[in-house]
T-cell receptor, first 113, second 114 residues
Framework: DADVTQTPRNRITKTGKRIMLECSQTKGHDRMYWYRQDPGLGLQLIYY???????NKGEISDGYSVSRQAQAKFSLSLESAIPNQTALYFC????????????FGSGTRLTVV | GQQLNQSPQSMFIQEGEDVSMNCTSSSIFNTWLWYKQDPGEGPVLLIALYKAGELTSNGRLTAQFGITRKDSFLNISASIPSDVGIYFCAGSMNYGGSQGNLIFGKGTKLSVKP
């Protein structure tokens, strides 16, 4: 099994629908992150969490919310999806030192029509 | 906020060529990392650097942590077709004992010359 698992891998949804992307990890890491990547572009931080009781906004949190259900689980929700939220979404984890960087999941490709 | 300038934005490679890319920062970092992203997959860590001046290799890849702590470069020697993808630099800084989030460059896209 992958260290960081994202579900679903692909999703097509309609404008206005609520959608949840899920992430689980077996690394035992405290820190978890959600990133968005648009075609040909870099990674933009949406939200991050340093532990179960800690949630922080990133660069582009508007239109998104998160829930840290357990140390190993961090979900991202789009409350009312819009077409410009069509993108590749990545979950990542790290330990407190970040010395070994982040471990990324394989991504969720989301299309909003 | 902190920014990383990664260049070039894209480049074409011919098999056997050497490739260089670099990142510069407006702030100093105490950790530099290089990632590779294959199409449709998440970024994977290639090399991590922890000391100014450090030079580290991983097979055909070599990366250096600049002595000013504001830059890093990645070299790929004798490129092969599977080197295509997007390469990201990332840096982080320790703030009062707590390590900050990684700051990512916008990536260098390597493609095969037509």
């Amino acid at each position: 099994d992958a260290d960081v698992t994202q579900t679903p891998r692909n999703r097509i949804t309609k404008t206005g629908k609520r959608i949840m992307l899920e992430c689980s990890q077996t690394k035992g890491h405290d820190r978890m992150y959600w990133y968005r990547q648009d075609p040909g572009l870099g990674l933009q931080l949406i939200y991050y969490s340093f532990d179960v009781k800690d949630i922080n906004k990133g660069e582009i949190s508007d239109g998104y919310s998160v829930s840290r259900q357990a140390q190993a689980k961090f979900s991202l929700s789009l409350e009312s999806a819009i077409p410009n939220q069509t993108a590749l979404y990545f979950c990542a984890t790290s330990d407190l030192t970040v010395n070994y960087g982040y471990t990324f999941g394989s991504g969720t490709r989301l299309t909003v029509v | 906020g902190q920014q990383l300038n990664q260049s070039p934005q894209s480049m074409f490679i011919q098999e056997g060529e050497d490739v260089s890319m670099n990142c510069t920062s407006s702030s100093i970092f105490n950790t530099w990392l290089w990632y590779k992203q294959d199409p449709g997959e998440g970024p994977v860590l290639l090399i991590a650097l922890y000391k100014a001046g450090e030079l580290t290799s991983n097979g055909r890849l070599t990366a250096q942590f600049g002595i000013t702590r504001k830059d890093s470069f990645l070299n790929i020697s004798a490129s092969i077709p599977s080197d295509v993808g997007i390469y990201f630099c990332a840096g982080s800084m320790n703030y009062g004992g707590s390590q900050g989030n990684l700051i990512f460059g916008k990536g260098t896209k390597l493609s095969v010359k037509p």
